[in-house]
């Protein structure tokens, strides 16, 4: 059973507009949640994340979204630059599980010039 | 700081062969992770440290994987004997937890991973 599911393998956008990645969660206990990104032979690098008693978290051109009553989160990056192309890792965990997290299969994301 | 420091970058090696994988983690950082990325199933966790102390290991796939922690700058992930089903990319991570609480950021820092050819 996957409790983190990015149901978007791909996306595509332009240059300067916005990207939405999306992820969805099957565990309600989850009550922190992170995005990474990772370039091809690097490991993930971390780059936002919000805990569960907030709804948004904002951090320059990213910002998260959390959507407790539907399980969902979503990461916003706007103006989209060449340089954001990577794939990007949804992940969850509970705040008691010394940090453990859940990963989500993973988006491509890439920006066109 | 040089970051999570993991090595060999690659390693071939044939099967039966035992494999071991090596993970400096960030001075400081109490947490350590093994992940396995597979294109079938993604990044999954192996087993964490907390204090150098394993907390879960239910997600090493069997027996032949065994990972130590001597202490807080060094860990171990050992796979033997090695099987052609265990090519991946190895990562180590490491962060710091708990954090100054609920808002705090412990998102891991990952190595730049192991990659593992077993022929």
């Known amino acids: 059973d996957q409790q983190v599911k990015q149901n978007s393998p791909s996306l595509s956008v332009q240059e300067g507009r916005i990207s939405i990645l999306n992820c969805d969660y099957t565990?309600?206990?989850?009550?922190?949640f992170l995005w990474y990104k990772k370039y091809p032979a690097e490991g993930p690098t971390f780059l936002i994340s919000i805990s569960s008693i907030k709804d948004k978290n904002e951090d320059g051109r990213f910002t998260v979204f959390l959507n407790k009553s539907a399980k969902h989160l979503s990461l916003h990056i706007v103006p989209s630059q060449p340089g954001d192309s990577a794939v990007y890792f949804c992940a969850a965990s509970l705040n008691t599980n010394a940090g453990k997290s859940t990963f989500g299969d993973g988006t491509t994301l890439t920006v066109k010039p | 700081d040089a970051g999570v420091i993991q090595s060999p970058r690659h390693e071939v090696t044939e099967m039966g062969q035992e494999v071991t994988l090596r993970c400096k983690p960030i001075?400081?950082?109490?947490?350590l992770f093994w992940y396995r990325q597979t294109m079938m199933r993604g990044l999954e966790l192996l087993i964490y440290?907390?204090?150098?102390?394993?907390?879960?290991d239910s997600g090493m796939p069997e027996d032949r994987f065994s990972a130590k922690m001597p202490n807080a700058s060094f860990s171990t992930l050992k796979i033997q004997p090695s099987e052609p089903r265990d090519s991946a990319v190895y990562f180590c991570a490491s962060s710091e937890f708990p954090g100054t609480g609920l808002s705090s950021n412990y998102g891991y820092t990952f190595g730049s991973g192991t990659r593992l050819t077993v022929v």
């Open positions: 565990n309600s206990m989850f009550d922190y």
């Open positions: 440290f907390n204090n150098n102390v394993p907390i879960d």
């Open positions: 001075s400081g950082h109490n947490s």
